[in-house]
């Protein structure tokens, strides 16, 4: 007879291949972010020249990550709200054409995403958001969405209807029984919808390359990218590392923090399938 342990052991080989897959880019660039290069503002040994260097790059790295901040959280509070509230209407509610209107929300889920920021940035220039943080979070919320959205109804669906009513029955009102007893029983579909949306909009280049023209209001990535412009098309390779690892860290604290909500908010989904 096997070992217990041994079973286990090509299943552990694969995930720890995986890991180290994964990981091997992001360990690279932090290496290479703290390395002597030739070019760059560490020129020998180990040290942090290449932070000091991205500190204190144009705008400054301080105002980059405030407007990466200002853009993420924006976003997140815009696809809660508007996904909450669409979720549980098409999970609790019957109206006519419910289930066409949640296809055609999905829909768009098949629209490239490139395809729809010229229409909204002539849609921002008639509203008055155009190089607009505000504006950006709103153009980020809209393609969330449609997957926030799905999220959250096989979120609700997955609450049994007699939780909640029980809570009518016992004097409480529509709202207060999404509030007091469904918003609990969701709170890992909300982690999982929130998480995505700010992985997702702390990461966007497109979106900003488009929407935004002021250099002091340009994201994270955006201000990443144009470290390659700063000498005469010469790029710091050095710093450009600094900023991928300065990117990379919120997500990572992030993920580690939520993945016990993250992993079930889906497998709510799947175990109402």
């Given at each position: 007879m096997k070992p217990h342990g041994l079973g286990r052991t090509p299943y552990h080989v694969l995930v720890g291949g995986l890991a180290a897959l994964f990981l091997f880019p992001l360990a690279w660039s932090a290496w290479a972010s703290?390395?002597?290069?030739?070019?760059?503002?560490?020129?020998?040994?180990?040290?942090?020249?290449?932070?000091?260097?991205?500190?204190?790059?144009?705008?400054?790295?301080?105002?980059y990550l405030w407007n990466s901040t200002v853009v993420s959280l924006l976003t997140v509070a815009l696809t809660l709200l508007v996904s909450l509230m669409g979720g549980y209407a098409f999970a609790?509610?019957?109206?006519?054409?419910?289930?066409?209107?949640?296809?055609l929300t999905l829909a768009i889920?098949?629209?490239p995403y490139a395809t729809l920021l010229i229409p909204l940035y002539v849609l921002l220039g008639d509203l008055g958001l155009q190089n607009s943080l505000f504006g950006l979070s709103l153009v980020l919320t809209v393609y969330q969405l449609p997957f926030a959205t799905f999220m959250m109804r096989i979120s609700f669906e997955s609450v049994p209807r007699e939780l909640e009513e029980s809570a009518l029955v016992d004097g409480c009102g529509t709202a207060q029984?999404?509030?007091?007893?469904?918003?609990?029983a969701v709170w890992p579909g909300l982690v999982t919808v929130g998480l995505f949306a700010f992985l997702a909009a702390w990461n966007?280049?497109?979106?900003?390359?488009?929407?935004?023209?002021?250099?002091?209001?340009?994201?994270?990535?955006?201000a990443i990218a144009n470290?390659?412009?700063?000498?005469?098309?010469?790029?710091?390779?050095?710093?450009t590392e600094a900023g991928v690892v300065v990117l990379a860290l919120p997500c990572l604290v992030l993920f580690l923090l939520l993945q016990r909500h993250y992993i079930r908010g889906f497998m709510s989904g799947?175990?109402?399938?």
């Open positions: 703290v390395s002597g290069q030739p070019g760059t503002a560490q020129q020998s040994g180990y040290g942090l020249g290449n932070y000091r260097s991205l500190l204190h790059y144009d705008a400054g790295l301080a105002q609790r509610f019957t109206f006519p054409g419910k289930n066409a209107l949640f296809l889920l098949m629209v029984a999404l509030v007091r007893i469904l918003l609990p966007d280049f497109i979106a900003p390359l488009i929407l935004i023209s002021d250099s002091a209001k340009a994201p994270l990535p955006l470290l390659r412009q700063r000498s005469m098309g010469a790029i710091d390779y050095g710093t799947a175990l109402k399938g």
